[in-house]
């Protein structure tokens, strides 16, 4: 990284972190674990504190927020949370070369709510998560265990000229982790430009609304193999029926420079790499003590071999 472009960058991630009140900060973290948690090293941390990086503290008792410094992280392309975004772009990237008769497993565990009964355990899904599924979407591989296929995306989907106005203001706005606080604040995105996925989906609705398209927020899983990340997006109605949007992620993974902008256009539909499916949802109970219900565990993604033609 060049000298002059490494300072820009330090320079944009704290005008970024100041547009966050200081009310929402938890200063938690030592200078020490900038660096064992973050990769945030002594000579950056000199940089960052000549250039006003909020912190609790003096000299070695310093301490910093945790979201401040994964945004840091996002904005110089160090640590964890960098890697993450490194991940989601790689499935991206992959996605295409999935090939047409292949796709995603979600692999789904049960563990019982209240362990040590008499018998076997007998899983049942909550009805409300299976109630909007295909019949063999979601299936049973052995007890306790199950696999969601997602089929991948046969052909891009490419969102024509009359949302280009919804998509260009999406791509306008600087990706942010925020404080819970802020998550839902069309306010603070108004006056800073600055969103997260939650916030993001928030205002693309409302944008819709304004510019008289049909959407609806989602939730779920982005599903990068091995691990998926929960995500939030809207789906937008067009003459082909609905399909996902995530014009603020793309947009943000193009300018981080991860992600290429020939094969992931803003504009380009995300079916086939999501999954709506509602947090509270994902339960089990176990018939053989019923009521009590237990959280379904997401034990990662891998992708369907491809189906053997008949010959
Ligand atoms: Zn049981």
Same mark, same amino acid.
């Given at each position: ?158 969102? /024509? +000229?009359?949302?280009?106005?919804? =998509?260009?203001?999406?791509?306008? %706005?600087?990706? @942010?982790?925020? #404080? ?77 420079g991860i992600t290429d902008a020939a094969q992931w256009p803003p504009k380009r539909s995300t079916h086939g790499l999501v999954l709506p499916v509602d947090s509270s949802r ?8 019923? /009521? +009590?219900?237990?959280?379904?565990? =997401?034990?990662?993604?891998?992708? %369907?071999?491809? @189906?053997?033609? #008949?010959?």
């Amino acid at each position: 990284m060049h000298a002059t472009d490494g300072s820009t960058r330090v320079h944009d991630v704290l005008e970024h972190i100041r547009m966050v009140p200081d009310q929402y900060r938890e200063f938690t973290v030592s200078a020490p674990d900038l660096l064992r948690l973050y990769r945030i090293g002594p000579p950056l941390l000199d940089q960052l504190l000549d250039g006003g990086l909020p912190h609790d503290g003096s000299g070695n008792d310093r301490r910093f927020d945790p979201l401040d410094a994964e945004n840091i992280g996002l904005g110089l392309s160090i640590g964890p949370r960098w890697r993450i975004m490194r991940g989601w772009s790689e499935s991206l990237v992959r996605h295409d070369h999935l090939g047409t008769r292949s796709g995603y497993r979600v692999n789904l565990t049960a563990a019982c709510p209240a362990p040590g009964h008499h018998g076997p355990c007998d899983f049942a899904l909550d009805p409300a998560l299976t109630a909007d599924l295909a019949p063999d979407e979601l299936c049973r591989v052995e007890p306790g265990s199950y696999a969601w296929t997602l089929a991948p995306a046969r052909d891009p989907f490419y969102f /024509p +000229a009359q949302f280009n106005e919804l =998509i260009n203001a999406a791509t306008k %706005l600087r990706f @942010h982790l925020l #404080p819970q606080e802020l998550t839902s604040d069309l306010e603070f995105l108004r006056t800073t430009g600055l969103a997260d996925c939650k916030l993001a989906t928030a205002y693309l609705v409302q944008r819709s609304r304004e510019l008289g398209i049909n959407s609806r927020p989602r939730g779920g899983l982005f599903v990068s193999v091995p691990f998926p990340v929960w995500h939030g997006w809207v789906e937008l109605h067009t003459d082909s029926g609905w399909y996902p949007a995530d014009p603020f992620l793309l947009g943000a993974l193009t300018r981080w420079g991860i992600t290429d902008a020939a094969q992931w256009p803003p504009k380009r539909s995300t079916h086939g790499l999501v999954l709506p499916v509602d947090s509270s949802r994902l339960r089990v109970t176990c018939r053989a003590v019923e /009521p +009590a219900t237990s959280r379904l565990r =997401i034990a990662g993604v891998s992708y %369907l071999k491809p @189906h053997r033609r #008949p010959t």
